[in-house]
């Protein structure tokens, strides 16, 4: 090397740069001037305004990746020596890159200042040689002389940078070695030449195909060749080897010679290897030693000096008898573990006790894994000591709480048996609480069944005007106790839980109008108007609960009238916000009453709860009105705000999150009227099962106006001898029967009757209306329920469904979607109506449903079975569109359920019982949906 030169750095990592740049400064001082580039493209433009001695180069740049780094570079300058840098497991790129022509590769993580040196003048050295000897070689037979002088310099490198060199000559069949070589190899220096077959019989039988597999590929592509063998000394030992060459060609291109470069790199490799075993083992937490073959250890690192206090120099080439205060350790030649590791050589654990530098006690668990030279034979161990000292005094401390557990268990026993005990009498306590308030239902609307129902039929018998007004207040009276009942029942279901919310579409500015008008009559006598003020901008159609906004609307309207005595009551309904899809709605009840005291407010929707005594003894009242108002619209995740001042009147205020409907679907007439008017049902014959006689007598002139024949039992008995006496079209059951209830009478005609008695319509009608009773009714047998008192045109309707609809007209069914026949899943009602007459289009639909619904039931079990609840959650809400055009009402509410549930992750225990059961519908719904498709298909052609 000269006295002074350049080195160039191409590297884009900081911290790398800076350390070679270190140890680049720390190596040569002023010799060499270092010069740092973080791309290819600069360091190109470097090279070619600066000569360059040695390029150092990363392969990988932010502009240049891998091997095309080597390729760019050789293009735009190839007179320059290069060593290239690669990551810990890129030593495979690295002997790439010496084939491709670099002089040498280093591994960045087994970078040192001596490694970094040694490279370095290797480098230059064989640069300078490999350039020697290409330009020298082809003047080789007719420069006698100058050859001798190059074979000196040659030797003389060799020296230096102790490596060997070799030359194959192809023609002549030789191989020749240099004295340094022999030298290395242990075999004494001869001037006659080796045959190739010799020199195979030299080289490690496993590395021998490589080889040659190398020198042929080279021969090929005349490009330089690098590979590391093993070659077996004449005294048995064995060297690895890390040779270079250049392959030489004649003037018509054929390969004739290859000359190169051969180093042993036995101490070398061991080094790497004790290098790449402590940088493993520095980054880990346990203690790590690595000792000779013997158990002398060689290194520790941080972690071991963590555990013990001891560092290296206190304990190096001892075997750790330090840490057992003399007794030998695991892997002394005097353990029996020594024999597993090193003759058998496999990893062994075992625990021992252990002393710290400042005596501390200390337990490990020890394991020690042998490492393999490259003969295949131990030549290091690891041992990785892991601290168990906090765990065996947990496990200590264990045992003595498993005593205190066991005491204390004896204790929670009685405790529990105590809990179990109040549990039991708060159960007993619910039961005898919901037994209450069914008793209570039964007990008031049956003879309100009576007062409602006899009120309605004397109306219908011309009574005076003195008569009339009785009748009018029989009936108010009547239906005002029918409101406190049923504010009592909603709100036990609320408080239960129990209240299902409808989402079907409806009229808003409809449903409004009708509330008003019917409201109307209470403003009479009185000096007050009933207004609206309501957003033209509204939609028309809305998909909700109207029923539920009716009950809202109607306590909050009701109270506004009767606390108001002057001025006026508002109804205003404003938008607070919408998209394509939903709507929020504001409602605000705004009158001129009493108002309600500052108080009050805070508490004015808690249950029980009125503005004051004197309204409860003036106005009336449960005082329920509000609280279930305020649990109506918050379970339809809505808000309620009120404000007041006294005898200024009072301002209530809701909002609802509502969906946009479709506005196709036409406003219902009065079912029941059209139906009485169109279809012919002389002939039924009704079995009344009712033992309160005024609910017997009011229901028989009931059914009676329909021109039905109607037969009436006192009890289940009774009943079930006329069923078998007579044939009846259906049958009517009272719930609360003596000697025997309706379901029992209703599991009797199921199990006992033959066909088809046993399959004749059912209808609860009963004065029990707690939340479940419609579903203990069904469960019972019975094909429909009804609360009394009844409403004459729902329970006809309830009885048209129960009988299937045999006597409606095709344009009847598609008149109403309320009337499906029992024993058919599906309903095309709404398709009709969308379709607009097009045949065609419901075909598509039935088509897209039969193919598309087992592929989505399919994939709704597979979900199940893997637990998969988002992807459940998705397909249930996929084919949702799916149940709604086609009817399936069976079902319509255990869709959004089962997609909550599976959204939620909550009720898991239900989800594989609701997709069974909407798999059975879907399933017999395709069957008769495929009828379908063929009467349209028939339509069609």
Aim: with cysteine; aromatic share 6%.
């Amino acid at each position: 090397m000269g006295n002074t030169g350049n080195i160039l750095l191409i590297e884009d990592n900081p911290a790398d740069s800076r350390l070679i740049n270190i140890y680049l400064e720390d190596i040569y001082q002023d010799k060499y001037a270092v010069m740092i580039a973080d791309t290819l493209v600069k360091g190109i433009q470097i090279i070619k305004e600066i000569p360059v001695d040695i390029l150092i180069l990363d392969l990988s740049l932010l502009d240049s990746w891998g091997l095309e780094t080597l390729d760019k570079l050789h293009a735009e300058e190839s007179g320059i020596p290069i060593i290239v840098l690669t990551g810990l497991e890129g030593e495979t790129v690295g002997v790439d890159a010496v084939k491709m022509g670099a002089q040498d590769f280093l591994i960045k993580g087994n970078l040192n200042k001596e490694v970094l040196r040694r490279s370095i003048n290797y480098s230059i050295e064989r640069h300078k040689l490999l350039q020697s000897l290409s330009a020298r070689a082809k003047e080789l037979e007719e420069k006698t002389l100058d050859l001798q002088k190059e074979k000196q310099k040659l030797a003389l490198a060799h020296k230096i940078a102790k490596i060997g060199s070799w030359e194959w000559d192809f023609v002549a069949g030789k191989v020749t070695w240099s004295d340094e070589l022999f030298s290395i190899l242990g075999l004494e220096p001869s001037k006659a030449p080796f045959s190739f077959d010799e020199l195979l019989d030299r080289i490690h039988p496993e590395d021998r195909n490589g080889i040659l597999d190398i020198i042929e590929k080279s021969k090929h592509d005349k490009k330089p060749l690098s590979f590391y063998y093993r070659i077996i000394r004449n005294d048995g030992s064995i060297r690895t080897f890390y040779s270079l060459g250049e392959v030489l060609t004649n003037e018509e291109g054929k390969a004739v010679k290859i000359v190169g470069t051969r180093q042993d790199v036995t101490e070398r490799m061991e080094e790497e290897e004790m290098q790449k075993l402590v940088m493993a083992a520095t980054q880990s937490f346990n203690s790590v030693s690595i000792t000779k073959k013997n158990g002398t250890i060689e290194w520790v690192n941080e972690g071991f000096t963590k555990l013990t206090g001891y560092k290296l120099d206190e304990v190096k080439d001892t075997r750790g008898e330090i840490l057992r205060r003399g007794d030998s350790a695991g892997i002394s030649q005097d353990a029996e573990n020594y024999d597993k590791v090193v003759k058998r050589k496999v990893p062994v654990t075992y625990e021992s006790k252990n002393y710290s530098k400042d005596s501390r006690e200390y337990h490990t668990i020890t394991t020690l894994t042998p490492v393999l030279d490259n003969n295949g034979n131990v030549g290091r161990i690891i041992a990785i000591d892991t601290d168990i000292t906090q765990r065996k005094q947990m496990e200590e401390d264990l045992r003595r709480a498993n005593s205190v557990a066991d005491e204390l268990l004896e204790k929670t026993n009685v405790v529990v048996e105590d809990l179990k005990s109040t549990k039991k009498e708060l159960e007993e306590t619910m039961q005898v609480k919901e037994q209450f308030l069914a008793n209570m239902s039964h007990e008031i609307r049956t003879p309100m069944n009576a007062v409602i129902g006899f009120t309605r039929l004397l109306m219908k018998i011309s009574p005076t005007v003195e008569q009339k007004h009785y009748i009018d207040i029989i009936r108010t009276s009547g239906m005002n106790l029918l409101v406190i009942v049923n504010d009592i029942l909603d709100f036990s279901k609320l408080r239960s839980g129990k209240i299902n919310f409808e989402q079907i579409e409806f009229n808003l500015s409809e449903a409004l109008s009708s509330l008003i008008e019917l409201l109307k009559p209470k403003t009479l006598g009185k000096n007050i108007k009933l207004v609206t003020d309501i957003d033209s901008n509204i939609s028309e159609y809305v998909i909700g609960d109207p029923t539920r906004l009716n009950q809202i609307l109607m306590n909050l309207l009701g109270n506004a009238i009767k606390f108001t005595k002057r001025g006026e009551v508002k109804l205003k309904v404003e938008i607070i916000k919408e998209n394509p899809q939903d709507i929020q709605l504001k409602f605000s009840v705004i009158d001129s009453g009493i108002g309600i005291a500052e108080d009050i407010l805070p508490t004015i929707f808690e249950a029980f709860t009125q503005a004051g005594s004197e309204t409860t003894r003036k106005y009336g009242g449960t005082g329920l009105g509000l609280a279930i108002v305020k649990q109506l619209v918050e379970q339809q995740q809505g808000t309620i705000t009120v404000s007041s001042k006294i005898n200024k009147g009072s301002i209530f205020c809701f909002t609802l999150n509502l969906k946009k409907g479709t506005g196709i679907l036409k406003k219902k007439k009065n079912i029941a009227k059209e139906l009485i008017r169109t279809i012919p049902t002389e002939e039924l014959k009704v079995l009344l099962v009712e033992d309160n006689e005024l609910n017997a007598i009011l229901a028989e002139k009931v059914i009676s106006d329909w021109n039905w024949k109607v037969h009436v039992a006192e009890n289940g008995f009774v009943a079930l001898e006329k069923i078998q006496q007579e044939d009846f079209d259906i049958v009517l059951m009272d719930v609360q029967l003596p000697e025997m209830d309706g379901y029992q009478t209703t599991r009797k005609i199921r199990t006992e009757f033959p066909s088809p008695k046993k399959n004749i319509p059912i209808i609860a009608m009963t004065a029990h209306a707690l939340p479940g009773e419609e579903e203990k009714c069904i469960e019972a047998g019975m094909d429909g329920y009804i609360s009394k008192p009844f409403d004459p045109e729902k329970l006809y309707l309830k009885i048209l469904t129960a009988l299937h609809l045999t006597h409606l007209t095709t344009e009847d069914i598609k008149s109403t979607s309320a009337l499906i026949p029992k024993n058919k899943h599906t309903d095309l009602t709404y398709m009709r109506e969308l379709a607009k007459g097009s045949d065609a289009f419901m075909a598509q639909i039935l088509n897209v449903f039969i193919e598309q619904t087992p592929l989505s039931i399919e994939q709704m079990e597979k979900a199940v079975k893997d637990r998969e609840w988002k992807l459940l959650s998705q397909t249930v809400h996929k084919i949702k569109p799916s149940i709604i055009f086609t009817g399936l009402t069976a079902i319509t509410d255990d869709i959004p359920l089962l997609e909550e549930y599976a959204a939620n992750e909550s009720n898991i225990d239900e989800i594989p019982a609701l997709v069974d059961k909407i798999k059975t519908v879907c399933m017999e719904a395709i069957v008769e949906l495929k009828e379908d498709l063929k009467k349209l298909e028939k339509v069609i052609d």
